[in-house]
């Protein structure tokens, strides 16, 4: 980690203390529709998602420095680790991937267990249905490379311009591996299918893309 991320890190620690991560479950419904709900000192984004055997990151046993920053921010590091590393149709990682292994690698980083495919991966978590509410840490979904029919594809959003709903994602490509595309290209812009959210809704804005990126 930084010294600029460890510096604000302590910020936080000392403004909010170090507690532990708590679990709650929400009353007035069947246990096995429950979701979990998780936070960290009342500073990392709240996280739910449904009871289906997911599994979440338990901050008690992560080091408190990390486990104070912006998990999205954590989750996109890790994903730019492995930009440039190449593409393998079932590749799960760490040297090869496809697209949905490498959303599944990322996020079991963090204590997440996502299936290997784009399809059951496009039906976790909640719809975003409006681009300019995406948020950093979001899976967008594609169609395939015939353009036709249903998911074939998944990426991790990276940046979003909340202005106009342009978003970057990091995905591992048939053609050029693990690479960070814009959802302007014209190949992505026509199949592009939509959005789930895993992690909570962040507590701070998404900053716009600079006006000299968002065409790209």
Not at 100 to 122: D, E, I, N, W
Not at 141 to 159: A, D, L, M, N, P
Not at 166 to 187: D, K
Request: hydrophobic content about 35%.
């Amino acid at each position: 980690m930084s010294f600029k991320r460890k510096a604000i890190a302590l910020f936080f620690l000392l403004g909010y203390g170090c507690g532990t991560a708590y679990s709650q479950e929400q009353p007035g419904s069947e246990q096995a529709a429950t979701p979990r709900v998780w936070a960290a000192n009342n500073f990392l984004s709240t996280i739910q998602l449904p009871s289906d055997g997911l599994q979440l990151y338990n901050f008690r046993n992560a080091n408190i420095i990390e486990s104070m920053l912006d998990s999205a921010d954590l989750l996109i590091e890790e994903a730019k680790l492995h930009l440039g590393k190449p593409y393998r149709y079932g590749g799960k990682g760490p040297k090869v991937f496809d697209c949905a292994g490498f959303a599944r690698y990322v996020y079991m980083k963090f204590g997440f267990t996502l299936p290997g495919g784009s399809v059951p991966q496009s039906r976790l978590g909640r719809s975003i249905n409006d681009r300019k509410q995406l948020q950093r840490g979001d899976l967008v979904f594609f169609q395939g490379r015939s353009g036709k029919g249903g998911v074939g594809h998944t990426g991790i959003v990276t940046e979003v311009d909340t202005a106009t709903g342009v978003f970057r994602f990091i995905h591992a490509a048939t053609s050029t591996g693990v690479i960070i595309s814009y959802s302007t290209e014209p190949y992505y812009a026509k199949r592009y299918l939509g959005a789930r959210r895993l992690l909570g809704d962040r507590q701070k804005p998404e900053d716009p893309l600079p006006s000299r990126r968002r065409k790209q």
